[in-house]
Antibody, heavy 115, light 106 residues
Framework: QVQLQESGPGLVKPSETLSLTCSVSGGSMSNYYWSWIRQPPGKGLEWIGHIYSSGTTSYNPSLKSRVTISVDTSSNQFSLKLTSVNTADTAVYYC?????????WGQGTLVTVSS | IQMTQSPSSLSASVGDRVTISCRASQTISTSLNWYQHKPGNAPKLLIYGASTLQGGVPSRFGGSGSGTDFTLTITSLQPEDVATYYCQQSYTIPYTFGQGAKLEIK
């Protein structure tokens, strides 16, 4: 059973960069896609983007200019960087396995953007 | 692709049959998935490919539809089914979710 766990700062200042890591256990990262998804307080789910184990990425156009997703299969981790954050980026951020449906999810981590 | 769910909230009694609809702004074949989300938990995959039940999900959950119109059905509502339900299209990137349907017990 694949398990995922997000980690990173819970508070980020406006205009700075949000950085999160997802640690994967219980399975290999090879030959799969890995996604980041977020949920602002009181709102619905938004797909941020994904990365294939080879490093190929796709991003949501609404965030594309600010997002970078990277993978380190040797460490069983993938990461999210979101630059120039503002209060609208306050959300619970989830990592998930991606087979065009999201089968396994991390528990989520709340990131608050505030000075 | 925009996904629209209806209703946005609903209340039903234990044992009732519940249906939640999801409409896509363009055809997505059967590339439609359903999730159950309880507060404080990660979303849980219920159904993929419009009608395939994810392993371990109770058989009272079912999905149907193709093209632009889809339905999630709970045949006999249980107290543990209180949650928000989301549809998600996987036909094209960016993947998009519906706004959610909050289900409560009367």
């Amino acid at each position: 059973q694949v398990q995922l766990q997000e980690s990173g700062p819970g508070l980020v200042k406006p205009s700075e960069t949000l950085s999160l890591t997802c640690s994967v256990s219980g399975g290999s990262m090879s030959n799969y896609y890995w996604s980041w998804i977020r949920q602002p307080p009181g709102k619905g789910l938004e797909w941020i983007g994904h990365i294939y184990s080879s490093g190929t990425t796709s991003y949501n156009p609404s965030l594309k200019s600010r997002v970078t997703i990277s993978v380190d299969t040797s460490s069983n981790q993938f990461s999210l960087k979101l630059t120039s954050v503002n209060t609208a980026d306050t959300a619970v951020y989830y990592c998930a396995t991606d087979r065009i449906y999201f089968q396994h999810w991390g528990q989520g981590t709340l990131v608050t953007v505030s000075s | 692709i925009q996904m629209t769910q209806s209703p946005s909230s609903l209340s039903a009694s234990v044992g009732d049959r519940v249906t939640i609809s999801c409409r896509a702004s363009q055809t997505i074949s059967t590339s439609l998935n359903w999730y159950q989300h309880k507060p404080g938990n990660a979303p849980k995959l219920l159904i993929y490919g419009a009608s395939t039940l994810q392993g371990g999900v109770p058989s009272r959950f079912g999905g149907s539809g193709s093209g632009t119109d889809f339905t999630l059905t709970i045949t006999s509502l249980q107290p543990e089914d209180v949650a928000t339900y989301y549809c998600q299209q996987s036909y094209t990137i960016p993947y998009t979710f519906g706004q959610g349907a909050k289900l409560e017990i009367k």
